[in-house]
């Protein structure tokens, strides 16, 4: 990675978005040494108002931490994705969950149950962040699978390691049927 690779994660307080923006940018700065930049925002309803996580990857230095264009946008909720994808670039990378956006305004958008798939794989809806780092880090390759189970196992609330194993791996699967096969 030559450039720096800028990920915005919104959506609605309460769905983990803050600490799956740490774990990002963990499993980025610790354990594939590269650098990173993690800020965040949330209204202060905390619960079900606005939330945001950014996270700035790069293998140079780091000018400014705070997104301007994202290169991937993550919407959780309707709100988060109609503000912020006026802020993806051009060939920027739009995945929404469509358990909670039924509107996306873009065509090149990854759509994916992830409150659903959190579910099914775990139980809890409360591991849909977690899913949806699987997901990204699938996707788009800007961490080692390796160092996101690592950052997720250091980070999840102790006793709950195995269950967010199980939900990274359900968005690592989920994200197989969105990529195109190999030629």
């Known amino acids: 990675m030559s450039e720096q690779y800028e990920v915005r994660l919104a ?3 309460g769905q983990g978005l803050l600490l799956a923006g740490l774990i990002l940018a963990e ?3 610790i354990y594939d040494g590269k650098n990173a ?18 996270v700035i990857i790069s293998d140079e230095e780091i000018d400014y931490p705070k997104v301007t264009e994202s ?20 060939d920027g990378v739009l995945i929404v969950d469509t358990t909670h956006v039924h509107h ?14 959190a579910e099914e794989a775990t139980g809890r809806r409360i591991t849909a962040n977690i899913v949806a780092l699987g997901v990204i880090v699938s996707l788009t390759k800007i961490v080692s699978r390796r ?16 269950l967010n194993l199980k939900a990274l791996a359900a968005g690592f699967e989920a994200a197989k049927g969105l990529m195109e096969p190999a030629k």
Do not use: F, M, N, W
Not at 37 to 54: D, I, K, V
Not at 147 to 162: H, L, M
């Open 37 to 54: 930049a993690q800020t965040q925002s949330y209204g202060p309803e905390a619960r079900g108002g606005a939330s945001r996580s950014e």
């Open 104 to 117: 996306v305004p873009s065509v090149r958008a990854y759509k994916l149950p992830i409150t659903r798939i």
């Open 147 to 162: 160092a996101i189970e690592a950052a997720v196992s250091d980070r999840v609330p102790k006793g709950t390691q195995e």
């Open 27 to 29: 499993a980025a700065a």
């Open 71 to 90: 290169d991937l946008l993550l919407a959780l909720s309707q709100e988060a994705c109609d503000k912020y994808v006026r802020d993806l670039k051009r």
């Open 11 to 13: 959506g609605a307080g």
